[in-house]
């Protein structure tokens, strides 16, 4: 691809993307001040006689692949409609953010909303098992580098002692078949072996057997109650 447009000037960040970008916008950020490369705003006016609905949206962004895979000769093709990446360079303690996403309500006003929505449109195929070349997935935690990331999900709260959520991961029982798991750690290269699943009707199972609560006596004696396998 031969570069047609080039606004501002090139960063040196990665000369190989760079040199086969299309449309490109490069600069350098040198003020103690807020400062943006790219702004892009909009507003939908009250329209109160409209009655009928619609969407709108500031950027919509879609690639469409029509250009199959070989995984036998491990040729992988992907089509990635957007790509984010924030890099940490020559400093220790440096600060980024790959993506930084927020929905806000002004004060004095209220309504429904969400910071993102995954969807998985899939008119092909059921696929239940995980790493096949039909797996679809709403999200994936993965790591690069030499070390382990922290953690793959982090809620850090306000930080002054007052919860910032009212819930915390809810999922509705219908959202899965009978018998699915809601949340399962599944042995390294089986997708049947587990050693720890939740089902959607509360079930709770380890190692392959179902887990139950029942009385237990203990040392001295008394009984109590405990997860115990079946």
């Not at 691809?1 to 960063?11: D, I, L, Y």
């Not at 290269?189 to 237990?216: C, I």
């Amino acid at each position: 691809m031969t570069p047609q447009q080039t606004e501002g000037q090139n960063p040196n960040i990665d000369q190989s993307i760079w040199d086969k970008t299309l449309h490109r916008i490069g600069g350098f950020f040198i003020d103690l001040v807020n400062e943006f490369l790219m702004s892009i705003q909009a507003v939908i006016p009250p329209n109160p006689t409209q009655k009928h609905s619609y969407e709108k949206s500031a950027v919509i962004v879609e690639i469409v692949q029509s250009d199959t895979s070989d995984y036998p000769a491990g040729v992988i093709k992907d089509a990635c409609a957007m790509d984010r990446r924030a890099i940490l360079r020559g400093v220790q303690t440096g600060r980024a953010w790959a993506a930084y996403d927020e929905f806000v309500i002004e004060n004095g006003a209220d309504g429904f909303g969400m910071v993102r929505e995954a969807c998985v449109a899939n008119d092909a195929s059921d696929q239940p098992l995980c790493d096949t070349p039909t797996s679809k997935y709403g999200d994936v935690y993965t790591a690069g580098g030499r070390f382990m990331a922290t953690a793959a999900a982090y809620i850090p709260g306000r930080g002054t002692g007052e919860p910032s959520h009212l819930n915390g991961w809810i999922a509705r029982q219908d959202a899965f078949p009978a018998g699915a798991a809601v949340f399962a750690v599944f042995k390294a290269g089986s997708n049947t072996e587990f050693t720890f699943k939740v089902d959607r009707d509360g079930n709770l199972s380890a190692f392959g057997r179902p887990l139950r609560l029942a009385d237990v006596r203990l040392t001295d004696g008394s009984i109590a109650k405990a997860l115990v396998l079946g």
